[in-house]
């Protein structure tokens, strides 16, 4: 028994190095990390978050082409960032599962992906889940919303029911955005988002 248990040892703990954690989340009112980091784009273009930035501000999504939970949120997820576009809020959508570049989530399976939902915002390659990592961010779709000034004003889900459109009671990324848009302070500042783990190696 104790041959079997030192034999998996090696295995038990690769395992647990393979599952690396984010760092704590972003806290509200921090400046966009890495702003001039450029990340490939779908469109073939480097783009950082410093050109996507609009002059109300920025919304940073983490995402992906493989999670349910993403799925579930497709038709939210085009609404909420064409609201943010036509308000002159930048958009920019990041894919950090790094550890499924094979299984789904590679660069062609993005502009894929994109090109059947008509995204009209970037959506880049987090290469090594660097920007995850500076972020916190652990799930897929987590939101960060950034003022004028580059500063998070709201953190977390898009809304509350990740089931479906039709259940959702409160949409806390739409109503960030109009709060912000009106000068007020934003209500609820963080929620906790419901969706798959991101992917790091």
Do not use: Q
Not at 96 to 114: F, I, L, P, Q, V
């Amino acid at each position: 028994m104790k041959k079997i248990f030192l034999s998996a040892f090696p295995v038990m703990v690769a395992g647990l190095f393979a599952l690396k954690p984010a760092g704590d989340p972003l806290p509200i009112g921090s400046s966009i990390p890495g702003p001039e980091v450029k990340m490939k784009d779908i469109s073939g273009k480097e783009v950082a978050f410093n050109d996507a930035m609009k002059k109300s501000g920025l919304l940073v999504m983490f995402s992906c082409n493989t999670c349910p939970i993403v799925h579930k949120y497709e038709s939210r997820t085009v609404e909420v960032c064409k609201k943010a576009l036509d308000n002159n809020i930048g958009v920019i959508l990041l894919n950090s599962n790094e550890a499924t570049r094979n299984e789904g989530d590679s660069y062609n399976d993005m502009k894929g992906y994109a090109g059947r939902l008509g995204y009209a915002w970037s959506y880049v390659v987090d290469n090594n889940s660097a920007m995850a990592d500076k972020f916190g961010a652990t799930r897929t779709p987590e939101a960060f919303l950034f003022d004028k000034e580059g500063k998070l004003v709201y953190h977390g889900a898009i809304d509350d029911n990740a089931n479906g459109p039709d259940e959702v009671t409160r949409k806390h990324l739409s109503i960030a955005i109009d709060e912000l848009l009106s000068g007020k302070n934003v209500s609820v500042k963080n929620t906790r988002s419901v969706g798959c783990s991101i992917k790091r190696l």
